[in-house]
Protein backbone atom coordinates (compact mmCIF):
# COMPACT_ATOMS: atom_id res chain seq x y z
CA UNK A 1 0.00 0.00 0.00
CA UNK A 2 1.31 3.44 -0.70
CA UNK A 3 2.42 5.05 2.54
CA UNK A 4 1.53 8.73 0.96
CA UNK A 5 -1.15 9.48 -1.96
CA UNK A 6 -1.50 12.42 -3.69
CA UNK A 7 -4.13 11.72 -6.08
CA UNK A 8 -4.21 14.96 -8.26
CA UNK A 9 -1.52 14.51 -10.88
CA UNK A 10 -2.04 18.44 -12.22
CA UNK A 11 -4.02 21.65 -10.85
CA UNK A 12 -4.93 24.88 -12.52
CA UNK A 13 -5.50 27.89 -10.14
CA UNK A 14 -6.13 31.68 -11.70
CA UNK A 15 -3.98 34.02 -9.83
CA UNK A 16 -4.70 35.48 -6.55
CA UNK A 17 -6.80 32.44 -5.84
CA UNK A 18 -6.51 30.03 -3.25
CA UNK A 19 -5.75 26.16 -4.11
CA UNK A 20 -6.12 22.88 -2.32
CA UNK A 21 -3.61 20.30 -3.08
CA UNK A 22 -4.28 16.94 -1.59
CA UNK A 23 -2.41 14.25 0.27
CA UNK A 24 -3.47 11.43 2.35
CA UNK A 25 -1.01 9.32 4.30
CA UNK A 26 -1.35 5.63 5.67
CA UNK A 27 1.05 4.83 9.02
CA UNK A 28 0.23 2.82 12.23
CA UNK A 29 2.33 4.89 14.28
CA UNK A 30 0.98 7.62 17.01
CA UNK A 31 4.30 9.81 16.59
CA UNK A 32 4.85 11.10 12.62
CA UNK A 33 5.37 14.11 10.99
CA UNK A 34 4.06 15.59 7.98
CA UNK A 35 6.22 18.13 5.27
CA UNK A 36 4.98 19.87 1.95
CA UNK A 37 7.71 20.47 -0.54
CA UNK A 38 7.86 22.42 -3.71
CA UNK A 39 10.25 21.33 -6.85
CA UNK A 40 10.19 24.37 -9.72
CA UNK A 41 11.14 23.14 -12.87
CA UNK A 42 14.89 23.90 -11.80
CA UNK A 43 14.55 20.59 -9.98
CA UNK A 44 15.82 21.51 -6.13
CA UNK A 45 13.70 20.85 -3.24
CA UNK A 46 12.30 23.70 -1.32
CA UNK A 47 10.56 23.00 2.15
CA UNK A 48 7.50 24.80 2.55
CA UNK A 49 5.48 23.39 5.73
CA UNK A 50 6.09 20.79 8.85
CA UNK A 51 3.13 19.50 11.09
CA UNK A 52 3.82 16.76 13.65
CA UNK A 53 1.11 14.43 14.36
CA UNK A 54 0.24 16.04 18.33
CA UNK A 55 0.19 19.02 16.84
CA UNK A 56 -3.26 20.68 17.57
CA UNK A 57 -3.16 23.64 15.60
CA UNK A 58 -2.95 23.45 12.20
CA UNK A 59 0.82 24.58 10.52
CA UNK A 60 0.88 27.94 8.96
CA UNK A 61 4.18 29.57 6.58
CA UNK A 62 2.82 32.99 5.02
CA UNK A 63 0.48 31.55 2.43
CA UNK A 64 1.06 27.79 2.88
CA UNK A 65 -0.98 26.21 5.81
CA UNK A 66 -1.34 23.05 6.22
CA UNK A 67 -4.77 21.43 6.85
CA UNK A 68 -4.37 18.19 8.67
CA UNK A 69 -7.08 15.82 9.41
CA UNK A 70 -5.63 13.26 11.62
CA UNK A 71 -9.01 10.76 11.78
CA UNK A 72 -9.18 11.08 7.87
CA UNK A 73 -5.54 10.74 7.83
CA UNK A 74 -5.03 13.43 5.34
CA UNK A 75 -2.62 16.25 5.22
CA UNK A 76 -4.15 19.02 2.56
CA UNK A 77 -1.42 21.86 1.84
CA UNK A 78 -3.35 25.16 1.06
CA UNK A 79 -1.83 28.22 -0.69
CA UNK A 80 -3.75 31.25 -0.39
CA UNK A 81 -3.54 34.18 -2.96
CA UNK A 82 -1.61 32.50 -5.79
CA UNK A 83 1.49 33.73 -7.57
CA UNK A 84 2.75 32.83 -10.97
CA UNK A 85 6.01 31.89 -9.01
CA UNK A 86 4.18 29.06 -7.41
CA UNK A 87 3.77 26.94 -10.68
CA UNK A 88 5.62 23.66 -9.57
CA UNK A 89 5.57 20.07 -8.71
CA UNK A 90 4.67 19.63 -5.33
CA UNK A 91 5.70 16.76 -2.94
CA UNK A 92 3.81 15.64 0.99
CA UNK A 93 6.01 13.33 3.04
CA UNK A 94 5.76 11.53 5.97
CA UNK A 95 8.47 11.05 8.55
CA UNK A 96 7.64 7.73 10.79
CA UNK A 97 9.99 5.91 12.85
CA UNK A 98 12.30 3.30 11.66
CA UNK A 99 11.82 -0.24 12.04
CA UNK A 100 13.49 -0.74 15.48
CA UNK A 101 11.06 2.29 16.55
CA UNK A 102 14.27 3.54 17.91
CA UNK A 103 14.72 6.61 15.85
CA UNK A 104 13.44 8.96 13.29
CA UNK A 105 14.81 9.56 9.93
CA UNK A 106 13.68 9.29 6.23
CA UNK A 107 10.83 10.91 4.52
CA UNK A 108 8.80 8.90 1.84
CA UNK A 109 7.46 11.03 -0.43
CA UNK A 110 4.03 11.13 -2.38
CA UNK A 111 4.09 11.29 -6.30
CA UNK A 112 3.35 14.43 -6.50
CA UNK A 113 1.11 17.20 -8.02
CA UNK A 114 2.20 19.64 -10.44
CA UNK A 115 0.12 23.49 -10.39
CA UNK A 116 -0.07 25.56 -12.69
CA UNK A 117 -1.06 28.79 -11.86
CA UNK A 118 -2.48 31.19 -14.77
CA UNK A 119 -2.47 35.02 -15.04
CA UNK B 1 27.18 30.20 2.79
CA UNK B 2 25.94 26.86 4.34
CA UNK B 3 24.40 24.17 2.52
CA UNK B 4 24.67 21.02 0.37
CA UNK B 5 26.42 20.44 -3.15
CA UNK B 6 26.07 17.99 -5.39
CA UNK B 7 28.66 17.37 -8.12
CA UNK B 8 28.84 17.10 -10.95
CA UNK B 9 25.35 18.75 -12.19
CA UNK B 10 24.98 16.67 -15.48
CA UNK B 11 26.66 12.87 -15.98
CA UNK B 12 27.42 11.37 -18.95
CA UNK B 13 28.23 7.35 -18.50
CA UNK B 14 28.20 4.27 -21.08
CA UNK B 15 26.88 1.42 -20.37
CA UNK B 16 28.73 -0.87 -17.85
CA UNK B 17 30.64 2.02 -16.23
CA UNK B 18 30.69 2.58 -12.72
CA UNK B 19 30.08 6.49 -11.48
CA UNK B 20 30.30 8.23 -8.73
CA UNK B 21 28.71 10.90 -7.55
CA UNK B 22 29.36 13.65 -4.85
CA UNK B 23 27.82 14.91 -2.10
CA UNK B 24 29.45 17.17 0.21
CA UNK B 25 27.40 19.25 3.50
CA UNK B 26 28.31 22.00 5.79
CA UNK B 27 25.77 22.32 8.08
CA UNK B 28 26.79 20.10 10.65
CA UNK B 29 23.82 17.88 9.66
CA UNK B 30 24.07 14.10 11.39
CA UNK B 31 22.09 12.59 8.92
CA UNK B 32 22.43 12.38 5.08
CA UNK B 33 19.91 10.72 2.38
CA UNK B 34 20.27 9.63 -1.43
CA UNK B 35 17.38 9.71 -3.29
CA UNK B 36 16.24 9.18 -7.10
CA UNK B 37 13.56 10.70 -9.11
CA UNK B 38 12.63 9.69 -12.40
CA UNK B 39 10.47 12.01 -15.04
CA UNK B 40 7.03 13.30 -13.52
CA UNK B 41 7.93 11.04 -10.32
CA UNK B 42 8.19 11.35 -6.69
CA UNK B 43 11.28 10.54 -4.69
CA UNK B 44 12.66 6.81 -3.64
CA UNK B 45 15.07 6.60 -1.11
CA UNK B 46 18.27 4.90 -1.90
CA UNK B 47 20.63 4.68 0.85
CA UNK B 48 20.50 6.92 4.12
CA UNK B 49 23.13 6.77 6.90
CA UNK B 50 22.24 8.83 10.55
CA UNK B 51 25.71 8.73 11.74
CA UNK B 52 29.31 8.55 10.59
CA UNK B 53 30.89 5.10 9.66
CA UNK B 54 26.93 3.71 9.28
CA UNK B 55 24.30 3.30 6.55
CA UNK B 56 21.47 1.92 6.02
CA UNK B 57 19.52 0.51 2.68
CA UNK B 58 16.47 2.69 1.21
CA UNK B 59 13.64 0.98 -0.96
CA UNK B 60 15.39 0.93 -3.88
CA UNK B 61 19.54 0.42 -2.82
CA UNK B 62 20.20 -2.49 -5.71
CA UNK B 63 22.88 -1.48 -7.99
CA UNK B 64 24.14 1.23 -5.57
CA UNK B 65 26.71 1.28 -3.21
CA UNK B 66 27.40 4.80 -0.33
CA UNK B 67 30.28 5.05 1.99
CA UNK B 68 29.78 7.57 4.94
CA UNK B 69 33.54 8.08 6.11
CA UNK B 70 32.99 11.88 7.16
CA UNK B 71 30.57 13.63 8.80
CA UNK B 72 30.27 15.47 5.76
CA UNK B 73 30.54 13.88 2.90
CA UNK B 74 27.86 11.22 1.43
CA UNK B 75 29.09 9.91 -2.06
CA UNK B 76 27.03 7.71 -4.24
CA UNK B 77 28.34 4.83 -6.48
CA UNK B 78 25.60 4.06 -9.50
CA UNK B 79 27.21 0.87 -10.32
CA UNK B 80 27.01 -1.27 -13.84
CA UNK B 81 24.55 -3.52 -11.97
CA UNK B 82 22.11 -0.96 -11.95
CA UNK B 83 20.10 -2.36 -14.96
CA UNK B 84 18.22 1.45 -15.63
CA UNK B 85 20.51 4.50 -14.19
CA UNK B 86 19.49 7.24 -16.00
CA UNK B 87 17.75 9.68 -13.56
CA UNK B 88 17.79 12.76 -11.25
CA UNK B 89 19.77 12.05 -8.33
CA UNK B 90 18.88 14.33 -4.85
CA UNK B 91 20.99 14.49 -1.88
CA UNK B 92 19.57 15.84 1.74
CA UNK B 93 20.74 15.97 4.51
CA UNK B 94 18.88 16.87 8.10
CA UNK B 95 19.49 17.13 11.78
CA UNK B 96 18.27 14.17 12.55
CA UNK B 97 15.32 13.51 15.02
CA UNK B 98 11.84 13.91 14.50
CA UNK B 99 10.94 17.62 13.40
CA UNK B 100 13.87 18.62 11.06
CA UNK B 101 13.19 19.00 7.59
CA UNK B 102 15.52 17.74 5.09
CA UNK B 103 17.65 20.49 3.28
CA UNK B 104 18.62 19.47 -0.26
CA UNK B 105 21.42 19.92 -3.06
CA UNK B 106 20.67 21.05 -6.68
CA UNK B 107 20.94 17.76 -7.79
CA UNK B 108 23.23 15.41 -10.36
CA UNK B 109 21.33 14.55 -13.72
CA UNK B 110 22.82 11.09 -14.88
CA UNK B 111 22.24 9.95 -18.14
CA UNK B 112 23.41 6.64 -19.70
CA UNK B 113 24.14 6.70 -23.39
Known amino acids: AQKITQTQPGMFVQEKEAVTLDCTYD???????LFWYKQPSSGEMIFLIY??????QNATEGRYSLNFQKARKSANLVISASQLGDSAMYFC????????????????FGQGTILTVHP | DGGITQSPKYLFRKEGQNVTLSCEQN?????MYWYRQDPGQGLRLIYYSQIVNDFQKGDIAEGYSVSREKKESFPLTVTSAQKNPTAFYLCASSMGGFTGELFFGEGSRLTVL
Open chain 2, 27 to 31: LNHDA
Open chain 1, 27 to 33: TSDQSYG
Open chain 1, 51 to 56: QGSYDE
Open chain 1, 93 to 108: AMRERNAGGTSYGKLT
